[in-house]
């Protein structure tokens, strides 16, 4: 039967959504419509979209999407759904800010690789989703359009640095949504928005443009959903080789999607908690996440604590030296812009441009080494488990108009960065990661996600374990803000 009103079919999986479009039960214009009557309501408060197109604008493409399907037409599975796209990525027309007031009148001339395959695909581009300046820092605000509260409670941060994305799908703005990941930016805000968030393996969604594609692949871009299979669709849609991008993987002949009745039975999984204390951890963060591995373990898993047997000082410092390495340029590039100046730029930003100044090379090779050893070294644990188990992040939301932690569990944090350790360990190695919702911290409001991590290009492995858990806990799942 078709929906009755516009908030159900606002309620509605991407996939679900897709089925009732093709099945012609709802009209593309219709669904159209229903969004954006909610974007309007919502996103006033909510911040999570920005850059929006005119609504007569998209009620034209909706339109010209539901003439083709009248032909008997359909350009795939996003046919005519909503979508807005994160701002680190170009959308021909569009402006692409990285919240940046340097960029702010940066309009892309075309469309980011993963971008195109998503329109080909049938969806409809509203606008983009927020994000924090230069996508730095796991907190979503910056000087162009301003914070992102979270979705469950307006007072704290949504995370970042997909936080824009993760805040409109658990706000039922958008279907299904797209991210990006370096530091944990599609794990971390997913799992304090309670939803699903994964990062692909390295070379899994090829980055184009970019300006060099051989050693910038700690960031990846990736998908975001309410579900897993909405997750995996979209994975399906993003994923695949182009010849620009050498490192990227060939595509996985069987695809992404977990079958529905996916079961956690004989599955090993080592709980990695806090490190061994390395971690500093808000009080409560370890005992959700524990609770959510019991929940596996009732449905056949085997979950056992586990060492992760290796110099996770030397992995944080080696870290380091990329990270910076990475970042460096692209500040580097925007202060370079006619009229820009230091002013104009967060202080964590220009902290990593300035710590990259007389990078050594030899020290990087060494760093690069170390990331090497540490990848090999996980090979050996997945002798023995199919997945490695963190939480996504140390602490619980924290209060909006505070830039970062200074201090967890007591612990003084030495970078901008250093509460978010805990997601660095999926990104060093490549390997794929997501988060699963684990359940609230005793207040109610705050979400907590669980990290699973899977082997190299296990991402399909992955996402089938990952459906195993949702289908253990559909009562935690259907909570909405």
Known sequence: MPPTDTTALTDLDAHALSALIHSRQASCR????????????LNPAANALVSLRPDDALLREADERDAQLARGQSQGWLHGIPQAIKDTA????LPTTYGSPLLRAATAAG??????????????????????????GSHTYNPLFGPTPNAWDTTVTAGGSSGG???????????????SDFMGSLRNPAGWNHVFGLRPS????????????????????????????????????QAGPDPRVPLALAAEPAGFVPPPDARAKGLRIAWLGDLDGRLAMDDGVLAVCEQALQRLQGGGAHVEPAALGFDAEAVWQAWLLWRRALVAPAVAAALALPGATRAQVKPEALWELDQAQGLDFNAFMHAAQVRSAFHHHLLGLFERYDLLALPTAQVWPFAIGETWPRHVAGRAMQTYHQWMEVTLY???????????PAGFHHNGRWPMGLQLIG?????????HAAQAYENLVPALIARRP
Do not use: C
């Not at 219709?30 to 309501?41: F, G, N, T």
């Not at 170009?90 to 027309?93: K, L, M, S």
């Not at 060099?212 to 990736?222: R, Y």
């Open 90 to 93: 170009q959308v021909q027309g």
């Open 202 to 237: 390295q070379g899994r969604v090829p980055g184009w443009p970019r300006p060099e594609v051989f050693v910038s692949q700690l960031a990846t871009d990736g998908p975001m959903a309410r579900s897993v299979r909405d997750l995996a669709l979209l994975l399906q849609t």
């Open 426 to 436: 999926a990104t060093f190695a490549g390997l794929p990661a997501i988060s699963v």
């Open 111 to 136: 469309d980011s690789l993963y971008v195109a395959r998503m329109k080909a695909a049938g969806a409809i581009v509203i606008g983009k989703s927020n994000m924090p300046e230069f996508g730095l």
């Open 30 to 41: 219709e669904v159209m419509q229903a969004y954006l009557a909610r974007i309007h309501a």
């Open 455 to 463: 082997r190299p290009q296990g991402d399909a492995a992955l996402l």
């Open 165 to 179: 994305a993760a805040v409109a799908l658990a706000l039922r703005l958008l279907p299904v949504a797209d991210g």
